[in-house]
């Protein structure tokens, strides 16, 4: 009697994994952008002209950084659909991955086309847009008339939206978090130009923010 339960319970696993294992998701496009103002350390202006100094306005991301990033949103992925996801790419006519370009605030590295290319390119039965955005929080800037000194709270946004074959959206959520530590810049001017000195998102903390976030996002309910 034993075996037998045993045994069934084995076939009933089987069964759950083969139904798991034939859900697919592919990740067609992973938008994550962060704001300047979190990227750059140093902005002089001068005349009404703004230059910018020090961090070029450009997120520092290394390699394992972009590879960290889209493992762990695709995870999140596998786990809200119950589905096997992968991060899919087009290719250029070299047969290259089509990736997201090094565009300041722009994370590289990531998977960009649209639904319509997904769908003609990749056999899925999803197909996940991820929308990521690290910006300020609005709300009450504290000022120093004498430092200049400003606090901004940063706030990450972050959507996963799927469709099937068909186009027809099939899951979405998202989840917006702001109680993060704030950030602080300080600012002078002499002889009408304006330096701005401003402490910005370290890759650690890019790399942590988009884990607690992630995991805010999978603790809500479907919607």
């Given at each position: 009697?034993?075996?037998?339960?045993?045994?069934?319970?084995?076939?009933?696993?089987?069964?759950?994994?083969?139904?798991?294992?034939?859900?697919?998701?592919?990740?067609?496009?992973?938008?994550?952008?962060?704001?300047?103002?979190?990227?750059?350390?140093?902005?002089?202006?001068?005349?009404?002209?703004?230059?910018?100094?020090?961090?070029?306005?450009?997120?520092?991301?290394?390699?394992?950084?972009?590879?960290?990033?889209?493992?762990?949103?695709?995870?999140?992925?596998?786990?809200?659909?119950?589905?096997?996801?992968?991060?899919?790419?087009?290719?250029?006519?070299?047969?290259?991955?089509?990736?997201?370009?090094?565009?300041?605030?722009?994370?590289?590295?990531?998977?960009?086309?649209?639904?319509?290319?997904?769908?003609?390119?990749?056999?899925?039965?999803?197909?996940?847009?991820?929308?990521?955005?690290?910006?300020?929080?609005?709300?009450?800037?504290?000022?120093?008339?004498?430092?200049?000194?400003?606090?901004?709270?940063?706030?990450?946004?972050?959507?996963?939206?799927?469709?099937?074959?068909?186009?027809?959206?099939?899951?979405?959520?998202?989840?917006?978090?702001?109680?993060?530590?704030?950030?602080?810049?300080?600012?002078?001017?002499?002889?009408?130009?304006t330096v701005r000195n401003a402490e910005v998102l370290?890759?650690?903390?890019?790399?942590?923010?988009?884990?607690?976030?992630?995991?805010?996002?999978?603790?809500?309910?479907?919607?």
């Amino acid at each position: 009697m034993i075996k037998k339960y045993f045994l069934l319970l084995v076939v009933q696993c089987v069964l759950i994994f083969q139904s798991f294992a034939q859900s697919s998701a592919g990740i067609y496009s992973i938008r994550f952008s962060v704001d300047r103002r979190l990227v750059n350390p140093v902005q002089i202006t001068s005349g009404g002209n703004i230059n910018q100094q020090g961090g070029l306005n450009r997120i520092r991301l290394s390699d394992a950084n972009i590879d960290s990033i889209k493992e762990i949103v695709t995870r999140t992925v596998s786990a809200e659909l119950n589905a096997n996801s992968e991060c899919v790419f087009r290719k250029n006519r070299k047969g290259r991955d089509i990736r997201t370009f090094d565009g300041g605030n722009v994370v590289r590295g990531m998977p960009v086309s649209s639904k319509k290319q997904a769908i003609h390119n990749f056999d899925k039965d999803y197909y996940v847009l991820v929308r990521v955005s690290y910006s300020i929080s609005s709300g009450l800037n504290l000022v120093n008339p004498i430092l200049g000194t400003s606090r901004y709270r940063p706030l990450v946004f972050i959507q996963i939206t799927a469709f099937n074959s068909e186009k027809k959206r099939v899951y979405s959520k998202n989840v917006s978090v702001r109680d993060f530590d704030k950030l602080q810049s300080f600012q002078y001017t002499v002889n009408g130009v304006t330096v701005r000195n401003a402490e910005v998102l370290q890759p650690q903390q890019i790399m942590e923010m988009l884990a607690r976030s992630l995991q805010e996002l999978r603790d809500r309910g479907k919607r």
